[in-house]
């Protein structure tokens, strides 16, 4: 990512406003990097976040159960700002039942947005990053992609096909000069987590080896080295940050 004045490229972040995706705007800011971020629900966190960053960030409505929609903001964001160079997927639906109570329509919902909603970003933003010839996306999964938590399935599912877009969309794209990779967080206590039972919490911090566990900002902090020129000859790979819970 570069740095300087105001016609500099933009960082996407879809779900800015809360949770892992506010800690990754922040960090953004603090870095002295322009960040356009999204809000669905969280409007007035959004822009306190546009207060804090003092110009540097721009908070635009987004629902990605509206499949047209990425496509319309991307267009929007790069005429008012600028060029998007990287996009980072950290929105997300979760739904705790049993397989066998899950309705279609809850597991539609959280494939069609954990997983079709960053599809459909990805495919947004890479018409300009293709005619460009650079680019970065970065993906933010779950552990629960990785290890079965009871109560998770479609959730789970999703984040799991969230990391196979990950590798096949590296390969795709890497001859562009374009890098994809994802993120994995362990449990982090934020909004989205909050309706988690504490079986649940236990499950998913149970092998945790650092007693402090795992901060939305260090999953920031991951993010941002996955977006910068630090880790240029790093793609198609899957960072896990879990206070040592895979270990």
Known sequence: MRRGDERDPVVLVIGGSGGIGRSVVERLVADGIRVALTFRGGEESARRTEEMAAGAARAFPLDL?????????????????????????????????????????????LLDINLGGAFRCCRAVLRGMVSRRRGTIVNVASLSALHGIAGLSAYSAAKAGLLALTRSLAREVGGRGIRVNAVIPGFVATEMTASLSEETVRQLRSGECLPGGTEASSVADAVVYLLSDRASAITGQALIVDAGASA
Do not use: F, K, Y
């Open 65 to 109: 159960a509206v499949r047209q929609a990425p496509g319309r903001l991307v267009a929007e964001i790069e005429a008012e700002l600028g060029p998007i160079e990287s996009l980072v997927n950290a929105a997300g639906v979760q739904r705790g039942a049993l397989l066998a109570m899950t309705s279609d329509a809850v597991w539609d919902e």
